[in-house]
C-alpha cells in the first residue's frame, strides 16, 4: 500500500488519519508542523501528503505546499490540503482544487473517515501529469 504522511498540529486529526488510513493498509507518518514534515517526507519519500493550512502560523500549510513543489524528490506528490480555514475565514478555496496553490485537493475538516478514505484513493490514482505542481490546473 501507500506511504502517506499527515501534516498538522491537531494530535486529534493526526491520530484519526493514522487509525484510519493504517487500518487500510497504508504506511503513516506523522508531523505536527511544516518543518518537521518536510524533513520527514525527504526521507521517507511519501506517495500522498496530507497537509494542514493553519500550523504554526496561519499561513504556513501554504508555504509548506510550495516548498514542497520547489523540491525535485517531492515535486510530484499529490497534496491534499485538509483545512478548516474556511471556517474562520471564508475563501471558497474547494470551488477550484488548486487554482491558486500548487496542490491537488482542498478538504475541509473535519474530514468523515470515509471521505478521508475516498480522498486518499483518488488522489494516489493520478498520473504523474495530473499533479497541480504550478498553482494552476
Known amino acids: 500500500m ?3 504522511i499527515c501534516i498538522d498540529d491537531d494530535r486529534d486529526i493526526l ?3 493514522e487509525v484510519v488510513l493504517e487500518g487500510q493498509g497504508h504506511t503513516i507518518e506523522t508531523a505536527i508542523n511544516g518543518k518537521e514534515g518536510f524533513e520527514t517526507a525527504l526521507k521517507m ?3 500522498l501528503i496530507i497537509l494542514d493550512v493553519m500550523m504554526d502560523d496561519s499561513t504556513e500549510g501554504f508555504h509548506t505546499a510550495q516548498k514542497f513543489r520547489r523540491t525535485k524528490a ?3 506528490t499529490p497534496i491534499m490540503m485538509l483545512t478548516s480555514v474556511n471556517e474562520t475565514a471564508p475563501q471558497k ?3 477550484k ?3 491558486f496553490l500548487p496542490v491537488d485537493a482542498f478538504v475541509e475538516k ?3 473517515p470515509k471521505e478521508l478514505v475516498a480522498k486518499v484513493k483518488e488522489l494516489l490514482a493520478l498520473k504523474k501529469d495530473q499533479i497541480n505542481t504550478e498553482g494552476r490546473r
Open 2 to 4: 501507500a506511504k502517506i
Open 15 to 17: 491520530d484519526t488519519c
Open 45 to 47: 519519500k511519501p506517495d
Open 74 to 76: 517531492l515535486m510530484y
Open 93 to 95: 478555496f474547494g470551488a
Open 97 to 99: 482544487d488548486g487554482e
Open 110 to 112: 473535519p474530514i468523515k
